[in-house]
């Protein structure tokens, strides 16, 4: 069993370049209250010294207060809000983004990460299952792609409230979509995922041609894909780990029998982050089973998975050649729907312990900063599963 989150944080003062500020000049922060304070509650006592601001529910004890400002930031706003004694946790929202990869040298063979992890030896007992979802909180998915055609399903828009779930601009989803589900490998062409049959839920947090968006849209995507029922969800997007409302979503999404896998993260940095015990947050090997050094390490790496060299689908029906935890989240996210597609009676504990045991140690002996419990080995899962 994991670590318990400390659910008392320091405001967080750090604000990127990219501080989400719309262009009136309103700031937002994100709030977690004290267990059963009520938002009528919650506005009334915020309402006494700061009249202008609007509350909103996100997620549980959660919520998103946004303000009028010229100065274009949440830092002025989140010292005041720290100061009221209903309030636990506080910080400014920032943009979030499909993380950027380093470049690294190009494997030869297309299919080298699902031999590295064993999927073919699982392959012997399930391909996969379309009665399982996956939850893609995303830029949308290219549905009618050649490689991912019947094993995409009807999704929602998180931006605009609509059905249309198709990218704008770019593909990231879609490439996390083809290591998760893409079918086209296994008749000598196109890209090869994790499953051969699934059903991946597209779940759009962004309608910008760079990927922005903000974690209130990703915790929503969370939230519905938890009442929905579905068992894994993957959020591929940057500072995922460490948002409130993320971790607020995942708490949600594991009380109701799901999974949330994140990516680690494409800077290079040491992350001081308490390990969350409601999500798994995946970090990055290549195919010498090292750990390259653009990826970020901390206490809440879980575990890895290849993210070197990855050929999957993209928009446009074409293919690219990726690198990044974004990709290695989504190995695990598919690892994680093939083993529901032989065991769907797993709870959500069941499902991130049997994960966390199917790794091969790397690194210091047993867990560590770096590859968290070790690299995904799916043969692993079959001898714990005794398949």
Known sequence: MKTNLKLAMAVLCALSAAAAAAEDGEVSVFLKVSKGSTLA?????????????????????VYLVKEKSARGNG?????????????????????????????????????????????????EKSKGSRLVRVLVCDTGIESGHQDLRGNVGAGLNFVDGSGNTEPTGNGHGTRISGLIGAQGGHTGAGASGVNWEVTIIPGK???????????????KCIKWGA????????????????????????????????VLVVSAGNKGEFLNLTDDPHMLAVGATNSLD????????????????????????????????????????????????????VKPELT????????????????????????????????????????
Request: no cysteine; charged share 15%.
């Open 75 to 123: 830092r002025g706003l989140a010292d005041k809000l720290a100061a009221f004694n209903m309030v636990q946790a506080v910080q400014p929202q920032e943009l979030a983004y499909p993380p950027r990869a380093a470049a690294e040298a190009e494997e030869p063979d297309k299919t080298w990460f699902l031999s590295k992890i064993q999927a073919p030896l699982f392959w």
């Open 348 to 387: 959500a504990q069941q499902l991130i312990d049997l994960l966390l045991a199917s790794t091969v140690d790397l690194g210091a002996p047993g867990r560590d900063d770096v590859f968290g419990a070790g690299r995904l080995d799916l043969n692993k899962a079959l001898e714990l599963l005794k398949l």
């Open 227 to 258: 009442d929905q029922g579905i068992k894994v969800v993957n959020l591929s997007i940057s500072n995922a780990a460490g948002n409130l409302a993320v971790q607020e979503a995942a708490e949600y999404l594991y009380n109701k029998g799901g």
């Open 41 to 61: 509650e919650l506005t009334t006592a915020l309402h006494k010294d700061l009249p202008g601001i609007t509350v909103e529910p996100v997620v549980g004890d």
């Open 205 to 219: 947090i962004s309608n910008q041609a760079d990927g922005a968006t903000d974690h209130a849209n990703s915790a």
């Open 290 to 341: 090292w750990h390259p050094p653009a990826y970020n390490t901390g206490a809440y790496v879980d575990l890895s998975a290849p993210s070197s060299s990855l050929y999957t689908t993209d928009a446009g029906g074409k293919y690219v050649t990726g690198n990044g935890t974004s990709l290695s989240a989504a190995i695990v996210s598919g690892a994680a729907a093939l083993i529901l597609s």
